[in-house]
């Protein structure tokens, strides 16, 4: 949805913003937005892969609450670097830009909640399935043993 609204940015040889509305959007900012926004995903598909496989090892309540919120705690990371280097005054000029408006048709919309919907399915039953299933059966075979 990101990369859609930058998609739909005019470009111009300069970025104007005019009346906290970002009007359009230089080539060179427009590669940096896309560049930004690849990364993030990367980021965030590292962090879901590898998090998820690192609290599914954990056998402690203790130890996974611990492990949630240290997971969550690098997720946040990149809020705490805004609020700490960014000057206020651009801090003020971002919570001031008028949302932008991407119009999408109503089959696109039930077609994308659909695939987020089994996205999300996914993300929760592979774990389970493939990580949590397995070391449960461990856990009871040398309960057992």
Known sequence: LTLEGIWQLPRSPRTVLRDNVLQSVSKARLK????????????????????????????SITELMLNA?????????????????????????????????IHKSRRRSQSESMVLFLLLLF???????????????????????
Request: proline share 5%; glycine share 4%.
């Open 69 to 101: 919120v240290a997971l969550n705690a690098i997720l946040d990371v990149d809020e705490f670097l805004f609020a700490g280097f960014t000057p206020l005054s651009i801090q003020v000029a971002i919570e001031n830009l008028q949302p932008m408006t």
């Open 32 to 59: 940096l937005l896309v560049s930004t926004c690849i990364s993030r995903f990367v980021i965030a598909l590292v962090l879901l892969i590898s998090g998820t496989q690192w609290l599914a090892r954990t056998t």
């Open 123 to 145: 993300t929760l039953l592979f774990p389970y399935l493939c990580l949590l299933q397995p070391l449960g059966q461990t856990m009871l075979a040398v309960k057992w043993n």
